[in-house]
């Protein structure tokens, strides 16, 4: 374990404090934490499973692995049978265990990357190649390519004929493509499409999964609920690895989520909050010199003003705004800083008057 890189955020701390100094307080658009509430729909749900004595289900009651296979089907063309479906306790542990789980040797994985994927390959012990062109990795072998889109952390939303081609070239040397689409309902100038969609897959989810996460799109964040769908052959084999560790979802999360992906109208909800604070932050952002690039989905503005992103974070901590330094994402991300669209409306108004 001593080849794991340190916590990143830690580093993001002595900054912090810096804006925590600002007399109106901080504007934290680091981490990217959902902060409005949690849906009534599904807190009801949650209290009426609290009383919950036995063990769960790993595989998670059909009535969840049904929800979940509507919501696919119903806002995203794709679909797939209840039985492979698998929930999981939050995406984030699913990402770091997965090579892991398929015994992988070598992962491929975006060139800016949450850092999770790179640190899953080394719990693996396995070699990770950051590259946005799979081509330059030639004839050798590959096991798991991950993929992102909407990209955190650039929103940057990956086209059907490139998933397709990713798709290609996975099934050409047998290795497996891991599509995180975390972020699937957030699009703003794109349009997010699934890996398991028809037009990118052709029809069979050999060898693919997706995986999703109800953190930013129902505020279950501090629920850790999320799921992973896709090759039933697949889904099936890392069930029985998980039942075998005991990665179990508690039963009255499991309730709470099954509400949460049948009920459509918060989602839209919180989306129109998200698009609220993205139109209002977005020109202050680029009135006061930074440029946004791609961020046409997501959570997030992928932004420059050309300097170093650890200048450009000193900088915004002096008018109390925390964001996120670009190379906690890979070394591509020197010039550029992450800034989240999480926080209240109240607080983004502040940032705005601070970057004005």
Known sequence: MNNLPDFPWDKLEPHKRRAQEHPDGIVDLSVGTPVDPVP????????????????????????????????????????????AVLPLIGSKEFVA??????????????????????????????????????????????????????????G??????????????????????ASDECYIELGWEAEPISILHPDVCGGSHEGLLAVHSLSKRSNLAGYRAGFVTGDPVLVKRLLEIRKHGGMIMPAPVQAAMTAALADDAHAEEQRERYSARRAVLRPALEKAGWSIEHSEAGLYFWASNGRDCWTQVAELAEIGILAAPGDFYGTAGSSHIRIAVTATDERISAAVRRLQ
């Open 156 to 177: 940057r939303v990956l086209p059907a004929e490139h998933l397709r081609k990713v798709v290609e070239w996975a099934r050409e040397r047998g290795a497996v493509v």
């Open 97 to 154: 265990w997965l090579p892991t789980y398929l015994g992988a040797k070598h992962v491929a994985l975006p060139e800016l990357a949450y850092p999770t994927y790179d640190v899953g390959a080394r719990l693996a012990g396995a070699r990770a190649s950051a590259t946005d062109g799979l081509v330059a990795l030639g004839p050798e072998p590959v096991d798991l390519v991950w993929v992102n889109s909407p990209s955190n952390p650039t």
């Open 40 to 83: 009534q729909v599904v807190q009801e749900a949650l209290v009426k499973a609290a009383d919950s004595p036995g063990y769960p289900l790993t595989h998670g009651t059909r009535e969840l692995r049904e929800a979940a296979a509507g919501w696919l089907a119903r806002r995203h063309g794709v679909s797939v049978g209840e039985q």
